[in-house]
């Protein structure tokens, strides 16, 4: 079984500074995938970024980065220049070996970017 | 851009009524899963096809709930009858499964959702 665990509920950031939104995971498969997705005020599940467990380098897309540190059994997410549309939910997931392509999420962390 | 679409967006219906939910996945995936997200209990998956075919619907209460893929276009999710305990935002999403068994990056798209509330 997977488990996924976001400890901040809330966050708040200035617009323009970066901000690292924390995520841990649980798992005894040796190959699993990490996501983050956004659900910003409308909705809608925006998927950002996936790493996966053998992945060598963290993986970048754009402003986002993942700060994967597999013995912590860690998988922050790095948003880099807040910009005011960043302020969502966010929520952290990841899919092994033996939950099939079952996603298992996180309770997620509602970002607040300030002007 | 390719987008996993899903009918109605919006759903208000009296409790005992059947309710039932679209999705068009997009065009080649051919995994489609069904979530459910509400406060209490957060995203949960219901259930999820691949090639049409249903792999796993643990996640779905039997009874009332019912989940189907008439073609690669279209997935169903109906209710009946419908309780207010059913309120909920419902998600369907699709994904390219090449691998399975966790391999690969396998990304799922999700549509838009439905919210549901019964009265």
């Known amino acids: 079984a997977q488990k996924i665990t976001q400890t901040q509920p809330g966050m708040f950031v200035q617009e323009k500074e970066a901000v690292t939104l924390d995520c841990t995971y649980d798992?005894?498969?040796?190959?699993?995938?990490l996501f983050w997705y956004k659900q910003p005020s409308s909705g809608e599940m925006i998927f950002l970024i996936y790493?996966?467990?053998?992945?060598?380098q963290n993986a970048t897309e754009g402003r986002y980065s993942l700060n994967f540190q597999k013995a912590r059994k860690s998988a922050n997410l790095v948003i880099s220049a807040s910009q005011l549309g960043d302020s969502a939910m966010y929520f952290c997931a990841m899919r092994g070996e033996t939950s099939g392509s079952r996603l298992t999420f996180g309770e997620g962390t509602q970002l607040t970017v300030n002007p | 851009d390719a987008r996993v679409t899903q009918t109605p967006r919006d759903k208000v219906t009296e409790m005992g009524q059947e309710v039932t939910m679209r999705c068009q996945p997009i065009l080649g995936h051919n995994t489609v899963f069904w979530y459910r997200q509400t406060m209490m209990q957060g995203l949960e998956l219901l259930a999820y096809f691949r090639n049409r075919a249903p792999l796993d619907d643990s996640g779905m209460p039997k009874d009332r709930f019912s989940a189907e893929m008439p073609d690669a276009t279209l997935a169903t999710l109906k209710i009946q009858p419908s309780e207010p305990r059913d309120s909920a935002v419902y998600f369907c999403?699709?994904?390219?499964?090449?691998f399975g068994q966790g391999r690969g990056q396998e990304t799922q798209y999700f549509g838009p959702g439905t919210r549901l509330l019964v009265l």
């Open positions: 790493q996966g467990s053998y992945d060598e």
């Open positions: 798992t005894s498969d040796q190959s699993y995938g």
């Open positions: 999403a699709s994904g390219l499964v090449l």
